[in-house]
């Protein structure tokens, strides 16, 4: 059960949140790769070369940035209204 939850969290709100993101934040030059796309070789990171010469950030780790930022929002939040 909480592996369904916890894969709802990461999909839906981590990878979301990172593909709207990141092309907006690096003007196009980082993409994001879809959900179900064909398996490439990235680094530790996450990140690959795309066949056009963009740089490509892998959909798992995408979903896990995403999930940090929001995690990040939450704390300052906190913070900020504490």
Known sequence: ???????IFLDMLGYTTVRLLVPILTFGCVRV????AEPQR????GFAR???GSCQLEATMAGWYGLFFWI???IAALAWFR
Do not use: E, K, T, Y
């Open 1 to 7: 059960m909480f592996d369904v939850i916890g894969s």
């Open 33 to 36: 790769q879809p959900l179900r």
């Open 42 to 45: 990235h680094n530790w990171f």
């Open 50 to 52: 795309g066949a056009d």
């Open 72 to 74: 990040a929002v939450v």
